[in-house]
């Protein structure tokens, strides 16, 4: 049975802010296991990158998270920022979102690169630059001793990306959180990162979580998906389930918005509507105000998750009994 690294439940994530106290990530709960592949996915603003942020102890100051997130058997949100600090960069590492920001344009390439390498593994400054070079080899940097001494605006987009690749995984972390990694990237050096973390991952034997909104990524790499919207988790599955037997009407919705360029005569069908913002109340489902199926049960309750099959789990009104098959094929009046 394979080993469970990561285990977050009911993660509630805060903001304090001028007009009150908003909720951005709602009562998620989700594991992972060793050298598996989990997506999350879902529209920009649904709390996906938050949800990254909070496991990694990197929220702002006005940010507050609680509830439970057990790594290798200790909770992050109970350990001291020394504590977090010894296992951030080093057991768990991330890559973020827009590397010319994320990056410190007034370092260098090799003295971002040695510096997880001096502080968690003690190395000499000379073995940490020889792994370093090693590590822009690995990621399939040319001319890596030059690209040592660079900074990072000397560099192309896919450069800098595979310059967060081989920093986060400087110290082979067991578990590396990309944030939609391959974002304004164009499509041939997308495909060379995805393929690059694959190998990667097999390498080193480590656990990835990818957020993307990419349904065309989270295909390519992922073995198990999870599905946000709005700051709570809404369905979760195997890719193969998620593909092949969608069930919350986001999830559809998500899928449907793919464009097909094999079909000359596809149209996109978008999902209509925008996610709410973080301090609007929602009674009910929050995705009901977009919702075609919408009935009244979902105006007046929040579902509860129905695990469909053993590894498919969705939070849906839909899924109960009483909705009747026209509920699920037809759209509703109720909203």
Same mark, same amino acid.
């Given at each position: ?18 007009? &009150? ?6 009562? #998620?709960?989700?594991? +992972?296991?060793?050298?598996?592949? %989990?997506? *999350?996915?879902? @529209? ?22 609680r509830g439970n997130v057990h790594f290798n058997g200790k909770n992050l949100l109970e350990l001291k920022q ?48 020889q792994k370093g070079i090693d590590l822009l080899k690995q990621v399939g940097i040319p001319m890596p001793e ?10 192309? &987009? ?6 967060? #690749?081989?920093?986060? +995984?400087?110290?082979?972390?067991? %578990?590396? *959180?990309?944030? @939609? ?155």
């Amino acid at each position: 049975m394979e080993k469970t690294i990561l285990e977050v439940e009911d993660l509630v994530t805060t903001f304090k802010t001028a007009g &009150g106290e908003v909720s951005a990530v709602r009562g #998620i709960s989700f594991s +992972l296991k060793k050298g598996e592949t %989990l997506c *999350i996915v879902g @529209e920009s603003g649904c709390g996906k990158s938050i949800t990254a942020l909070s496991i990694m102890g990197l929220l702002a100051a006005n940010a507050k998270s609680r509830g439970n997130v057990h790594f290798n058997g200790k909770n992050l949100l109970e350990l001291k920022q020394d504590e977090m600090r010894k296992i951030r960069g080093n057991d768990i590492s991330m890559i973020f979102q827009e590397p010319m920001t994320a990056l410190n344009p007034t370092f260098t390439i090799g003295f971002q690169l040695c510096e997880p390498l001096l502080i968690h593994r003690n190395l000499s400054k000379k073995a940490a630059r020889q792994k370093g070079i090693d590590l822009l080899k690995q990621v399939g940097i040319p001319m890596p001793e030059k690209r040592m001494k660079q900074y990072p605006h000397e560099l192309s &987009g896919g450069m800098r990306q595979r310059v967060m #690749i081989a920093i986060a +995984l400087a110290c082979s972390p067991k %578990l590396l *959180i990309a944030d @939609e990694p391959t974002t304004a990237l164009d499509v041939t050096i997308q495909a060379q990162i995805l393929d690059l973390l694959n190998d990667l991952k097999e390498e080193f034997e480590t656990s990835v979580i990818m957020i993307t909104h990419d349904m065309g990524v989270v295909a390519e790499v992922a073995d198990r998906v999870i599905v946000m919207y709005a700051g709570e988790v809404i369905e979760e599955g195997s890719v193969e389930e998620l593909f092949n037997d969608p069930q919350h009407p986001y999830t559809r919705g998500l899928l449907a918005s793919v464009p097909n360029v094999d079909d000359p005569e596809f149209k996109l069908n978008p999902i209509p509507g925008t996610l709410p913002n973080l301090n609007e109340e929602i009674r009910g489902c929050r995705f009901h105000p977009r919702c075609p199926f919408a009935m009244e049960k979902c105006v007046q309750a929040s579902p509860v998750q129905t695990n469909r099959k053993q590894n498919h789990s969705v939070r849906c009104w839909l899924q109960e009994a009483e909705a009747d098959e026209y509920s699920k094929c037809q759209p509703s009046s109720a909203v």
